[in-house]
């Protein structure tokens, strides 16, 4: 059984940071393709990034520059470096992981999802 588990979410002002970090379980993880999800309520779930096995790294065009996807192996473990915060970054974000035979275009419904940690920007 899959078990992905977010932390490191808050309350952060504008312009603040914070590092999200999510524990995978029951996965062959260096192998699998990871990633990162926000949905605001009373909206549909949004890509923010992802990252291959390999560390090839993708990112919605409204974090560029701003947050860094990363993963560490050993510790099976995928992070989310979150810099230059602004009020619309506001959501809950969820780790994902992708099932395999499957797109990003088709994780709400295919991939393995955690249970989200808030994220609060305050002006």
């Known amino acids: 059984q899959v078990r992905l588990e977010e932390s490191g979410g808050g309350l952060v002002e504008v312009g603040g940071s914070l590092r999200l970090s999510c524990v995978a379980a029951?996965?062959?993880?260096?192998?699998?393709?990871m990633g990162w999800f926000r949905q605001v309520p009373g909206k549909e779930r949004e890509f923010v990034a992802t990252?291959?096995?390999?560390?090839?790294?993708n990112y919605a065009d409204s974090v560029v520059g701003r947050f860094t996807i990363s993963r560490d192996n050993a510790k099976n473990t995928i992070y989310l470096q979150m810099n230059s915060l602004k009020p619309d970054d506001t959501a809950i974000y969820y780790c994902?992981?992708?099932?395999?035979?499957?797109?990003?275009?088709?994780?709400?419904?295919?991939?393995?999802w955690g249970q989200g940690t808030q994220v609060t920007v305050s002006l």
């Open positions: 029951g996965s062959t993880f260096k192998s699998d393709d």
């Open positions: 990252i291959s096995w390999v560390n090839e790294s």
């Open positions: 994902v992981r992708k099932r395999f035979g499957f797109a990003w275009s088709e994780a709400a419904t295919s991939a393995y």
